[in-house]
């Protein structure tokens, strides 16, 4: 099984240009996440949602917005990108939101120039 | 504010034992996880500990105080493979995942 894809695997954006990093599992999860991993710093919760046609927004959300129109799908867009954005993204899924293990995509690497 | 503290590198010796100490402050605890990341990769799932005390998975063990918001991970027989780096993460109250920033587990022959 594929688990979890991330596409794309790595991208360098111009400032001010618009991304859709899409992510995509398999398991018939009901959560997903999105997380962004910096060097020196733990792993950030950006968005996250607990079942198809909810989100919600973690510690970093601000620049990022998300939809969940399925359960297999959960796109995160970057409307206008800045330098600061420059990130290893990580989606996750698991089970069940509260208890479960948290599984992870490959990550896409993004810098913003 | 929420903290989760683990060493930045560690270098230990094939063969050996080695112990990655996490200690964390959270608003609520709902269970600590143990991640492996090996560079350029995804974090996978080492452990889980909701209640205190010794896991044992294999070579790997995780261990538990809550009283004194502190785990450890033990891996015994270190394997050159082993080398990566090491997450900590608590659930907390809203049953989201803090992330400590994670130990760089160097492994020499």
């Known amino acids: 099984t594929a688990g979890i894809t991330q596409a794309p695997t790595s991208q360098i954006l111009a400032a001010g240009r618009s991304m859709t990093l899409r992510c995509t599992q398999d398991?018939?999860?009901?959560?997903m996440y999105w997380y962004r991993q910096d060097l020196g710093l733990g792993l950030r919760l950006i968005h996250y949602?607990?079942?198809?046609?909810?989100?919600g927004k973690g510690e970093v959300p601000d620049g990022y917005s998300v939809s969940r129109a399925n359960t297999d799908d959960f796109p995160l867009t970057l409307a206008s990108a800045v330098p600061s954005q420059t990130s290893v993204y990580f989606c996750?899924?698991?089970?069940?939101?509260?208890?479960?293990?948290?599984?992870f995509g490959p990550g896409t690497r993004l810098t913003v120039l | 504010g929420q903290n989760i503290d683990q060493p930045t590198e560690m270098t230990a010796t094939e063969g050996a034992i080695v112990q990655i100490n996490c200690t964390y402050q959270?608003?609520?605890?709902?269970?600590l996880f143990w991640y492996q990341q090996h560079a350029g990769e995804a974090p996978t799932f080492l452990s889980y500990?909701?209640l205190d005390g010794l896991e044992e998975k294999g070579r790997f063990s995780s261990f538990l105080s809550r009283s004194k918001g502190y785990s450890y991970l033990l891996l015994k027989e270190l394997q050159m493979k082993d080398s990566a780096s090491y997450l900590c993460?608590?659930?907390?109250?809203?049953?989201?995942?803090?992330w400590g920033a994670g130990t760089k587990l160097i492994i020499k022959p």
């Open positions: 996750a899924s698991s089970d069940r939101p509260s208890t479960d293990t948290q599984y």
């Open positions: 398991m018939r999860h009901n959560a």
């Open positions: 949602s607990n079942t198809a046609g909810t989100t």
């Open positions: 959270t608003s609520g605890f709902n269970g």
């Open positions: 500990n909701v």
């Open positions: 993460a608590v659930r907390d109250s809203n049953y989201q995942l803090i």
